[in-house]
């Protein structure tokens, strides 16, 4: 081979490794990066946050957002005027928690997006993508 031609297939090697390094570390939109702050001074409306709180479903597995700053997940068991009765998820079983309203900032329900299908349709895909990817990869170095 000649000089520029050994050059050209170094320059492609280096690139498509610094593809495939790109590809590798991925995470710069990632779930567990930095999060917006919330704003903590503005008011909350508790009898909003009751009226949302009896319209969801005993049985309905949720998250409690408090005042001091902790979080709370479990089954929603009642809803009463003034607070929220939650049966924790937790290994060992404990006795229901009350939640005054008072002490509660959001309640979200949870797990209303995710399946199991949808789980496995998105890993199929990024499976797919990720050989079809690798083995371009490997044909721009080993193409020419």
Same mark, same amino acid.
């Given at each position: 081979?000649?000089?520029? #031609?050994?050059? %050209?297939?170094?320059?492609?090697?280096?690139?498509?490794? +610094? /593809?495939?390094?790109?590809?590798?570390?991925?995470?710069?939109? $990632?779930?567990?990066? $930095?999060?917006?702050?919330?704003?903590?001074?503005? &008011?909350?409306?508790?009898?909003?946050?009751?009226?949302?709180?009896?319209? +969801? &479903?005993?049985?309905?597995?949720?998250?409690?957002?408090? *005042?001091? #700053? #902790?979080?709370?997940?479990? *089954? /929603?068991?009642?809803?009463?005027?003034?607070? =929220?009765?939650?049966?924790?998820?937790?290994? +060992?079983?404990?006795? &229901?928690?009350?939640? &005054?309203?008072?002490?509660?900032?959001?309640?979200?329900?949870?797990?209303? #997006?995710? $399946?199991?299908?949808?789980? =496995?349709? +998105?890993?199929?895909?990024? %499976?797919?993508?990720?050989?079809?990817?690798?083995?371009?990869? /490997?044909?721009?170095?080993?193409?020419?």
């Amino acid at each position: 081979m000649t000089r520029i #031609g050994l050059e %050209g297939v170094v320059r492609r090697q280096i690139t498509a490794m +610094i /593809l495939c390094v790109a590809l590798a570390v991925t995470g710069c939109a $990632s779930a567990s990066g $930095s999060q917006v702050a919330q704003n903590s001074a503005a &008011p909350i409306d508790r009898t909003l946050l009751a009226e949302y709180a009896q319209r +969801i &479903p005993s049985g309905s597995k949720i998250r409690v957002e408090r *005042t001091t #700053g #902790g979080t709370l997940h479990g *089954t /929603l068991l009642k809803t009463g005027a003034d607070q =929220v009765t939650l049966q924790r998820n937790t290994r +060992i079983p404990e006795p &229901p928690v009350e939640i &005054p309203f008072g002490t509660i900032t959001r309640i979200t329900l949870e797990g209303g #997006g995710n $399946s199991t299908g949808k789980t =496995v349709a +998105i890993a199929v895909g990024t %499976g797919v993508g990720a050989t079809f990817g690798v083995l371009l990869l /490997l044909a721009a170095i080993w193409g020419d």
